[in-house]
């Protein structure tokens, strides 16, 4: 069975109050993203990996105006001499700092613009392309690009250098259960609805919903933590090629990897820098900014393996009482703070076992939420497929040379989080809030 035909307005009145909330909570995001530093900040470059902040600010609102306001609405182009500037295929990151770009103030102005003529269409009767506009989609599209690219801009906070520019509490403690929890479930194998032909907001790559089978595994009741992760670093796991894939040995030699990014060794004790902050590494976390490579090494040498992404979506979604697929690993609820931490509510992951409501029903924890997971899968279309509305947003990617992550982290929107959403990349990356989990095969 699949699950019901998700309305993006149940619970949240009318399908238009529905996306101008969305829209409005993105909007929120990337004014405390971009209002926290100076224009100094927001024009420089931190990494090459990424861009200048004002870079992504103008990005959005030109993917706004591009797919709402033309696209959508049959709007003529308010700029068209930036759309080159602002196309990510047309301009590696490592060159926009070289762009003539929007200046901050021209960048503000220029997306507070079309956000004013994208909710001027939203209130009309009809929005224009009737494929588009079927359940919202174009908007809904646009507050996940818009919440995508806040991420990657807290990504380019991380790597900032300098005083802290942004606050937030510290994730509620877990709950007393969560020193008991086992260290590892099983989830039974059979088959399974995987993906989705019913949630009107899903992306192209999550589409169509399609049936797997497989076999059973057990999985790791929570995210791998620092303080396992320190075990292997200890044990001399970055020294010893018998953990790691040729590929992945290469890497770490080349790259000269000896912890997760952002870790130093001082004084006796591992310390990480986390948004300007340089703190011991808490042990009950689940560990983060590590590679694919570096998270298939701590698995071969725990005797172990990182999931199939067939097998994270079943221990995330499926529900044997019901025998369907459900949303999330709780239900079909959209998610709120008891579930999972997510929209950057918290500068880091919660402790591991935290979320007790969040569980799936294997009673497998924070799988949405806290850190990407990395699974052993490439990135690759499902059966059926189909590229829309535009190529670049998936089919240009799948092939071997990314691997895939699920169910999102502590810096992504429930809106660009769900069962089904699907996140790539290289596996050398580490700047990304990326952590793991590992299975074995087996049986109860």
């Known amino acids: 069975m699949t699950a019901p035909v998700h309305d993006p307005t149940a619970g949240a009145g009318d399908l238009a109050g ?28 931190h990494s090459p990996l990424m861009s200048p902040l004002v870079w992504d600010l103008a990005h959005i609102g030109n993917q706004e105006e591009l797919w709402i306001l033309r696209n959508l609405g049959g709007r003529e182009p308010m700029r068209p001499e930036i759309d080159p500037l602002y196309d990510a295929f047309e301009h590696p990151r490592s060159e926009r700092p070289t762009l003539p770009l929007l200046p901050p103030d021209e960048a503000r102005r220029y997306v507070h613009e079309v956000r004013g003529r994208v909710l001027d269409l939203l209130e009309q009767p009809r929005w224009g392309d009737a494929e588009l506009s079927r359940g919202g989609f174009a908007f809904g599209m646009i507050a996940q690009h818009e919440q995508q690219h806040d991420e990657t801009m807290l990504i380019t906070h991380q790597l900032r250098i300098g005083e802290p520019a942004l606050h937030r509490p510290a994730p509620p403690p877990p709950g007393p259960d969560a020193l008991a929890l086992p260290p590892e479930v099983f989830v039974a194998g059979g088959p399974f609805t995987m993906g989705t032909s019913t949630e009107a907001w899903a992306l192209d790559n999550e589409r169509p919903a399609h049936e797997v089978d497989v076999a059973g595994f057990w999985l790791d009741t929570t995210p791998v933590t620092n303080g396992a992760y320190l075990e292997f670093l200890a044990d001399g796991g970055y020294d010893d090629p018998r953990w790691w894939s040729p590929e992945g040995w290469e890497h770490r030699r080349s790259a000269g990897l000896v912890a997760p990014l952002y870790w130093t060794y001082e004084d006796g004790q591992w310390l990480r820098r986390r948004f300007g902050v340089t703190e011991p590494v808490p042990a009950a976390e689940p560990v983060v900014h590590v590679s694919f490579y570096e998270a298939e090494a701590y698995a071969a040498w725990k005797g172990r393996r990182l999931p199939t992404e067939a097998e994270w979506e079943k221990a995330a979604r499926y529900d044997p009482a019901s025998g369907r697929s459900r949303r999330y690993p709780w239900g079909d609820e ?37 850190v990407w997971e990395w699974v052993s899968s490439d990135f690759l279309p499902y ?62």
């Open 18 to 45: 529905h996306i101008a909330r969305s829209l409005e909570r993105a909007r929120h995001r990337t004014e405390g993203l971009t209002g926290s530093v100076d224009d100094a900040d927001l024009v420089r470059q």
């Open 334 to 370: 959209d998610p709120e703070p008891q579930h999972a931490n997510l929209g950057q509510a918290h500068l880091q992951p919660a402790p591991a076992g935290s979320y007790a409501a969040g569980a799936a029903p294997s009673g497998a924890r924070q799988l949405i939420g806290d």
């Open 383 to 444: 059966p059926g497929f189909a590229a829309w509305p535009y190529r670049e947003y998936s089919e240009v990617f799948f092939g071997p040379a990314y691997k895939v992550l699920r169910g999102g982290s502590f810096a992504v929107d429930p809106v660009a989080c769900r069962g089904t959403f699907r996140n790539w990349d290289y596996p050398i990356r580490r700047q990304i809030f990326s952590g793991f989990r590992t299975a074995r095969d087996g049986e109860l």
